[in-house]
């Protein structure tokens, strides 16, 4: 199966609007593949890949797989999808979409795949957005979008590849890497995992399929014992301790919202490095980012300047407006180390008060950690709490939202997002910041919010 890509023109996408297929169609469609797909609903992604000529059907038929040679599908497919059907009967062979990022990303002599618990989508923007400043021009496969480019994947014309290498359900086996980046590992996806022991023993394998350079966080215990042993490749170290290849010195310990650093390598300093993304856990994506970059070759002047311009990517702290004083922002942490970090960054800030509004993301990540969500949602002034999105579980740990506000002093839970906004907006004062958080569609609440803020404004 592995070199299919060799042996077919014609490529079908069950479901190429969504945010992981559309970067590899485009990708393909730029390397001179014929390709076609389908979806259900309109979006800004299938407008882009409408844009290049790629013909779309809107809804799912059988018809619409004729004459194709491969067939790609998204893991939310189900199996009795009628265009996968046909296409068995047809004796068209199909992939899921993870087993086609592994065969696009092998053709790609210098592929650069980003994995860790926290922070993938952040670095891999981070890489992404220096690499085209340098004027390499990479091809990209992001999980959210870059705002610098306008969407969450690239085709480009080198040999360069950087791919967000998520490990759920181990996904990212699917890869093997020139460069892989190891940010952190954390017990999460415990539905699948189990335990962290499994989770490390996966990064393990993923480092093993690494062909040349892994570059890994020289602070996180559990990713030095994924990589204890190995010298099938290059290791280079990143962090805060000494034993770092590469290090963060001389913090800044102001309370503002940009990180300053500077950056040592092999105990020298070589620059000093201002970052336009608040957090204290950024240093260490932008510490991997300069690592990776320098390792092919970039400049030091082009990685300072590239390390300040990016303002971050979609999702994560983002500003979506001052109306009436207050601020409003949105972010994808679902995790309680993400919202620990991105919490704490809000409170550094200067805002007079930060009102957090969480959406649970899962019932087995809540259960299993309630008692650290609850530790992190300490943090804020105020937090407000919304149903469980259940995304692919029933409710078999029988945790309700109300079992986590039970745990945090003050907080309180509403059950729809109208609800949440009456809410916030009838306490809220000007100076204060709204943040609303987690892996679901909770930036629907943030997006109301401005959107009534505006209508008043009228």
Known sequence: MNDILSRVKKVHFVGIGGS??????????????????????????????KSYGIPVYMGQRAENVQGKELVVYSAAIKADNPELVAAKELSIPCVE??????????????????SGTHGKTTTTGLITSILIDAGTDPSAVIGGKLPSIGTNGRAGSSDKIVVESCE????????????????????DHLDYFKNLENIIQSFRQFAKQTSSVLVVNGDDSNTMKAIDGLTHAKIITFGKGEACSYRAVNISDTKEAREN??????????????LSIPGKHNIYNALAAFAVCDFMGISTEQLTK?????????????????????????????HPTELTATLTAAMQMGFHEVWTIFQPHTYSRTALLLDDFAKALTIPDHAIVSEILAVRETNTYNVYAED??????????????????????????????????????????????VDRYKARAK
């Open 20 to 49: 992981g297929m559309c970067p590899i169609a485009e990708i393909l469609i730029h390397r001179g593949f014929e390709v076609s797909g389908s979806d259900n609903a309109e979006s800004d992604t299938l407008q882009r890949i």
């Open 97 to 114: 979409r993870s087993v086609m990022l592994g065969m696009v990303t092998s053709r790609y002599p210098k592929s650069i795949c980003v």
């Open 168 to 187: 759920y359900v181990d996904t990212f086996l699917q890869l093997h890497p020139y460069l892989a980046v190891i940010l952190n590992i954390d017990s």
């Open 261 to 274: 650093f500077d950056v040592m390598k092999d105990g020298k300093i070589l620059c000093n490095v201002t």
């Open 306 to 334: 590239s390390l300040h311009a990016f303002t971050g990517v979609h999702r994560r702290f983002e500003m979506l407006g001052k109306y009436e004083g207050i601020t409003i922002a949105d972010d994808f942490a679902h």
């Open 404 to 449: 986590l506000v039970k745990k945090v002093p003050g907080a309180v839970y509403r059950k729809t997002f109208p609800e949440i906004a009456d809410y916030v907006m009838e306490h809220v004062k000007p100076g204060d910041l709204i943040l609303t958080m987690g892996g679901g569609n909770i930036y629907q609440c943030a997006n109301l919010i």
